[in-house]
Protein backbone atom coordinates (compact mmCIF):
# COMPACT_ATOMS: atom_id res chain seq x y z
CA UNK A 1 0.00 0.00 0.00
CA UNK A 2 1.26 3.53 -0.89
CA UNK A 3 1.74 6.54 1.49
CA UNK A 4 -1.69 7.85 1.00
CA UNK A 5 -3.49 4.54 2.17
CA UNK A 6 -1.11 4.20 5.08
CA UNK A 7 -2.47 5.39 8.50
CA UNK A 8 -0.35 8.41 10.55
CA UNK A 9 2.22 7.11 12.83
CA UNK A 10 1.60 6.65 16.64
CA UNK A 11 3.59 9.60 17.04
CA UNK A 12 3.03 12.09 14.51
CA UNK A 13 -0.69 11.69 15.26
CA UNK A 14 0.02 12.31 19.38
CA UNK A 15 1.84 15.51 17.95
CA UNK A 16 -1.12 17.03 15.69
CA UNK A 17 -3.57 16.02 18.85
CA UNK A 18 -1.67 18.42 21.03
CA UNK A 19 -1.55 20.91 18.26
CA UNK A 20 -4.91 20.47 17.93
CA UNK A 21 -5.13 20.76 21.49
CA UNK A 22 -3.54 23.96 21.65
CA UNK A 23 -5.09 25.95 19.12
CA UNK A 24 -8.73 24.88 20.71
CA UNK A 25 -7.58 26.32 23.65
CA UNK A 26 -6.39 29.31 21.67
CA UNK A 27 -9.72 29.99 19.75
CA UNK A 28 -11.23 29.45 23.12
CA UNK A 29 -9.33 32.87 24.57
CA UNK A 30 -10.03 34.67 21.33
CA UNK A 31 -13.88 33.91 21.74
CA UNK A 32 -14.15 34.81 25.29
CA UNK A 33 -12.02 38.20 24.36
CA UNK A 34 -14.34 38.56 21.70
CA UNK A 35 -17.38 37.96 24.01
CA UNK A 36 -16.27 40.92 26.40
CA UNK A 37 -15.76 43.16 24.10
CA UNK A 38 -19.01 42.81 22.30
CA UNK A 39 -21.26 41.84 25.35
CA UNK A 40 -19.47 44.40 28.10
CA UNK A 41 -16.56 46.89 27.05
CA UNK A 42 -18.60 48.05 23.52
CA UNK A 43 -22.00 48.79 25.39
CA UNK A 44 -20.18 49.98 28.48
CA UNK A 45 -18.58 52.81 25.72
CA UNK A 46 -21.95 53.76 24.51
CA UNK A 47 -23.47 54.60 27.34
CA UNK A 48 -19.63 56.21 28.74
CA UNK A 49 -18.65 58.00 25.71
CA UNK A 50 -20.24 61.27 24.27
CA UNK A 51 -20.76 61.55 20.49
CA UNK A 52 -18.56 64.16 20.39
CA UNK A 53 -15.63 61.24 21.94
CA UNK A 54 -15.86 58.59 19.18
CA UNK A 55 -14.48 60.60 16.73
CA UNK A 56 -10.88 60.95 18.87
CA UNK A 57 -11.67 57.55 19.30
CA UNK A 58 -11.69 56.87 15.30
CA UNK A 59 -9.21 58.88 14.81
CA UNK A 60 -6.72 57.34 17.24
CA UNK A 61 -7.45 54.15 15.16
CA UNK A 62 -4.50 55.12 13.05
CA UNK A 63 -2.05 55.22 16.04
CA UNK A 64 -3.19 51.85 16.57
CA UNK A 65 -3.32 50.19 13.47
CA UNK A 66 -5.49 48.02 11.70
CA UNK A 67 -5.64 44.27 11.21
CA UNK A 68 -7.42 42.49 8.81
CA UNK A 69 -9.85 45.38 7.96
CA UNK A 70 -10.24 48.51 5.96
CA UNK A 71 -10.48 51.56 8.00
CA UNK A 72 -13.93 53.45 7.36
CA UNK A 73 -12.87 56.84 6.26
CA UNK A 74 -16.23 58.12 5.42
CA UNK A 75 -16.87 58.20 9.49
CA UNK A 76 -13.95 60.69 9.80
CA UNK A 77 -15.74 62.69 6.85
CA UNK A 78 -18.55 62.95 8.82
CA UNK A 79 -18.20 65.26 11.80
CA UNK A 80 -21.93 65.72 12.67
CA UNK A 81 -22.05 63.21 15.43
Known amino acids: MGLV???????AF????????ELIGR???IN???TREE????PTSLDVLAGSE??????GE?????????????FCNNRSI
Do not use: C, M
Not at 62 to 74: E, L, S
Open 5 to 11: GQPPAPV
Open 14 to 21: AEHRQVLG
Open 27 to 29: LSE
Open 32 to 34: THY
Open 39 to 42: NQLF
Open 54 to 59: WIGVKE
Open 62 to 74: ADIGFVWVQPDTQ
